[in-house]
């Protein structure tokens, strides 16, 4: 209470001067406009006799202050001015009343004393008057109005009363006693004043609390989350908080009586219904505390909880009820999926055999759940069991570790931990067991209760296990794989670097593995591969290690080898027997395997070089043929970027666009006819200029840029061609060699038809130059179907190089053949009758006609070759004794050229064959 009364002291004062600031806004212009008058009088009265600093200096001083006082009183009436402002305007206010109330004063007592008697009454009546009326304007701050009658009345009244003349002695009384009635009734009046001022800020603080208490309640209602309501003793709503409308759109009138139970869930009605009726008809302690769900605004459901208690009169008869409506679906729909998540966690760990177990901290003890006889295989474990037990049956090796873990738990270093080890079931075998458990402590930090669950993850690191093998190791051969072969050569070479030794690493290959393969089955594939696999594992030294790094290639790491030991002895050791014949399906299969080998540090500074190394030592052995065994030589990393250097300047040639056709004539040799062209390709280098085929090699053993530069080949004919038909010059049929790689791809026959018929030309223009290679690999059946395709649409198909490879007379009855080419090499050495050369090429001409065909002699360059070849009846002829290979710029200047000259050799070549007749070149 005391502290409430305190409070309103500042109120109230603040309230007082408020209202005599506002009282003073009024009446202080008032004053200062009596004032003026008073002071304009007096100087009207005086201003005969006295001097004229009195009568007219001072008068317009007191005339300035009265103005600019008056003036800044009256601009504060429509400003708005704060307590602090207020109350300096107040103590100013008193300051300058007492200050200008004694220049007043003084000014008047001044002017009664000088004046002469005619105008003394006048001048004492116009000051006392003048400071009553400024007094009576300032009656609402009594400090200032006192100070005006002291200053302003006193001095003249003083005068009078001291005079020594009756009348003016008279008149000082008379000012004296009114001047007592005025101050007397300005401090009654103040008092009064005061005594309203306080009632009405008591009465403005009681309503002020009022209506906070009001504001209060109505934000209490409205805020509250929860929804307040009251019924009657029979139950029937009267009031219910604005939010009931909020949450279900329903109108708080509608809501009354029984209303509210059209929001109701019709599954819950029945039940809140009687819940209601049971606290109603409750005798003893009644109370209402139901939960059921309302229908929302949007139409869907929430959970809300309905509590009420009742209000008695003082007999006890219930007079109301008071209740909440509160939200509750969130915690209702926590709940089910609390009791969802112990359901589902229940079956998961019916499911997974999850072993939950509680361990007591204080007796030692470990309660153990259900499912740990069916893991574990103890019995006794259903009637719990001491820690030391379970300890006892952890694994050796892994005892260290559990032991520190709850050593850390005990300790206070941490809560909850998983773990896995391993453990003795009652069978006698391990087990894994994957451990997770939480500590409970007590209010000291000590720890009292563990708990956790077992899950047996024995079948899962059976698994794991097996898929880490398979990711190391070949399914096929059970040997290491590629991956597994790199990890062990890199520690081989680094235990071999700490011991200064060697290490060396052999690449084998099988010959002919594909062949294989597609002629007898992959099953017959795997069981070679299992066979050489078997017998490398046999021959292996002491930690050595053979790996299948995919397809038919196989690796084998020798380590622990001195300086200078000899690796060809290890590698004939380790080989020994893996090319034996192989029996499969009653039929005796012959192995053939190709070899490289590379030592490190010698051949390679790591494990990726010394592995490139061999690799380039067996690409090199493959080179020479089958079976053939290589060491690694320095020549061979030359021959490897020599390599690279071809597919890479290839590539620029095709992505540059400079690779170009040059043609060489063909020529029958009965009648000097030119009866076609061979395209042979030529590219350019930015320095070196025309490069033959041969400076890219390496790219023809490509299948990419094989086909690419076959591809190239024939766009490039093509555009010449369509030149020449529009040039009308006769050329015949234009021969483009197709390669191994072409074939590789089945469409080869596609894509050249596609090309001639995009072009519009006929095929019949083109004759297919292959190699006897084509015939004698795997793909001989995508070459025997794209050479008839070909043949169908009237391509020719010519055989290069015969009698250099590995074809057989059986090639040319199973292969569409129309044309055979003899190599130059045999040309090149027809020098006589009794040469062995001679001897070939007149069978090779004879065996060809016999089968009907034509046969073409390659790089004839001599008169004497030409008469050889038209003695032995070959048909066609090309080389340098006729024409270069030329640019397509310069065919149709050569064509005019040849119709020109009639070649001498058709008559005299026989007869001259040791004479040297002129030649005919471009």
Request: glycine share 8%; net charge negative; with cysteine.
């Amino acid at each position: 209470m005391a502290l409430g009364a305190s409070a309103n002291l500042p109120v109230q004062s603040e309230a007082v001067l408020r209202e005599q600031y506002v009282s003073l806004v009024r009446q202080v212009p008032l004053m200062y406009a009596l004032m003026l008058l008073n002071v304009l009088f007096l100087a009207l009265v005086t201003a005969d006799g006295e001097s004229w600093a009195i009568s007219f200096v001072a008068p317009l001083a007191l005339t300035l202050i009265i103005a600019v006082r008056g003036a800044a009183w009256y601009a504060r009436r429509g400003a708005v001015a704060t307590d602090d402002h207020i109350g300096l305007y107040l103590r100013g206010t008193v300051f300058r009343a007492g200050a200008f109330s004694l220049l007043f004063g003084g000014w008047g007592l001044y002017l009664f004393l000088a004046a002469d008697p005619f105008h003394t009454t006048a001048i004492a009546l116009f000051i006392f008057v003048g400071s009553i009326s400024c007094c009576y304007c300032l009656q609402a701050l009594p400090a200032a109005a006192r100070l005006v009658l002291l200053f302003g009345a006193m001095p003249v009244t003083i005068g009078l009363l001291v005079s020594r003349d009756w009348y003016f002695t008279g008149m000082g009384l008379t000012f004296l006693l009114g001047a007592g009635v005025i101050v007397r009734t300005i401090a009654t009046t103040h008092s009064a004043v005061f005594e309203s001022l306080r009632s009405r800020s008591e009465m403005f603080a009681l309503i002020e609390a009022l209506r906070r208490s009001e504001e209060h309640y109505r934000f209490s209602v409205e805020l509250n989350p929860q929804i307040p309501w009251i019924s009657d003793p029979e139950g029937q709503i009267v009031e219910v908080g604005p939010r009931w409308t909020e949450l279900t759109g329903v109108p708080a009138e509608e809501a009354l009586g029984g209303g509210w139970t059209d929001s109701l869930h019709p599954d819950d009605l029945p039940g809140v219904l009687a819940h209601w009726s049971e606290a109603l008809t409750s005798v003893d302690n009644p109370v209402a505390d139901v939960r059921y769900r309302v229908r929302n605004i949007d139409g869907s459901y929430r959970w809300c909880r309905a509590r009420a208690n009742p209000r008695r009169d003082p007999d006890g008869r219930i007079v109301s009820w008071y209740g909440t409506l509160e939200d509750i679906h969130d915690q209702v729909m926590a709940e089910a999926a609390l009791r969802e998540s112990e359901e589902r966690y229940r079956l998961a760990s019916h499911a997974t055999n999850d072993v939950i177990w509680d361990w007591a901290h204080r007796t030692d003890r470990i309660e153990w759940g259900n499912g740990a006889v069916e893991v574990l295989g103890y019995p006794e474990v259903s009637d719990g069991t001491g820690v030391s037990w379970w300890k006892e049956r952890i694994h050796p090796d892994d005892r260290p570790a559990v032991d520190q873990t709850f050593d850390r738990v005990l300790l206070n270093l941490q809560d909850s931990w998983n773990q896995e080890y391993r453990f003795r079931a009652a069978q006698g075998n391990f087990i894994n067991l994957y451990s997770r458990g939480y500590v409970v402590r007590d209010e000291e930090g000590r720890a009292v209760r563990s708990i956790g669950a077992l899950l047996d993850v024995t079948a899962a690191r059976r698994s794991e296990e097996e898929l880490r093998w398979a990711a190391n190791h070949d399914p096929l051969t059970g040997l290491p794989n590629r991956k597994l072969f790199a990890d062990v050569l890199e520690q081989a070479l680094t235990a071999a670097s700490a011991s200064a030794s060697c290490v060396c690493v052999i690449v084998i290959d099988v010959d002919g593995f594909k062949l294989l393969n597609d002629s007898m089955g992959h099953s017959a594939g795997d069981e070679l591969l299992i066979t050489i696999a078997r017998r490398l594992q046999g021959n292996l030294p002491a930690q050595a290690t053979v790996a299948r790094l995919g397809g038919d290639e196989f690796a084998v790491i020798v380590p622990g080898l001195f300086p200078g030991s000899a690796c060809a002895s290890i590698v004939d050791e380790i080989l020994k027997g893996v090319a034996d014949t192989l029996t499969i399906d009653e039929s005796v299969l012959p192995v053939s395997i190709s070899a490289g080998a590379a030592v490190w540090p010698a051949d390679g500074a790591d494990a990726e070089e010394v592995l490139k190394s061999a690799d380039l030592a067996l690409y090199a052995a493959k080179a020479e043929g089958a079976g053939v065994i290589r060491e690694f030589r320095s020549e061979m990393r030359e021959s490897a970027e020599s390599r690279k250097l071809m597919l890479r300047e290839a590539r620029e040639a095709l992505r540059d666009d400079r690779v170009i056709p040059f043609y060489q004539a063909k020529v029958d040799l009965r009648s000097g006819d030119v009866i076609g062209f061979e395209a042979l390709l030529r590219w350019h280098h930015h320095r070196r200029g025309l490069q033959p085929p041969d400076s890219i090699l390496a790219a023809f053993d490509d299948s990419l840029l094989a086909s690419e530069l076959t591809d190239r080949m024939i766009d490039r004919v093509l555009a010449d061609v369509g030149e020449f038909n529009e040039k009308g010059v006769a050329f015949g049929r234009i021969a483009i060699n197709g390669s191994l790689a072409d074939f590789r791809r089945d469409d080869f026959a596609d894509r050249i038809l596609g090309k001639f018929q995009r072009a519009g030309l006929p095929p019949t223009l083109l004759e297919l130059e292959v190699t006897e290679s084509v015939f004698v690999d795997h793909l001989a059946l995508n070459v025997e179907r794209a050479l008839r395709t070909l043949v169908a649409e009237g391509v020719s198909i010519a055989l290069d190089d015969f009698g250099t490879g590995y074809a057989s007379l059986t090639h040319l009855q199973q292969f569409p053949v129309h044309v055979l080419k003899i190599d130059r090499s045999f040309i090149s050495r027809l020098d006589s009758t009794d040469s062995a050369d001679f001897a070939i090429v007149h069978g090779v001409i004879d065996i060809a006609h016999r089968m009907n065909i034509v046969t073409v002699a390659e790089g004839v360059e001599s008169d004497n070759q030409l008469v050889r070849l038209r003695s032995l009846g070959c048909d066609i002829a090309q080389g340098y004794l006729f024409s270069r290979a030329i640019s397509a710029e310069r065919v149709p200047a050569w064509r005019r050229k040849w119709a020109q000259d009639a070649p001498l050799w058709l008559e005299a070549a026989t007869d001259r064959a040791t004479a040297d007749p002129p030649t005919r070149s471009a």
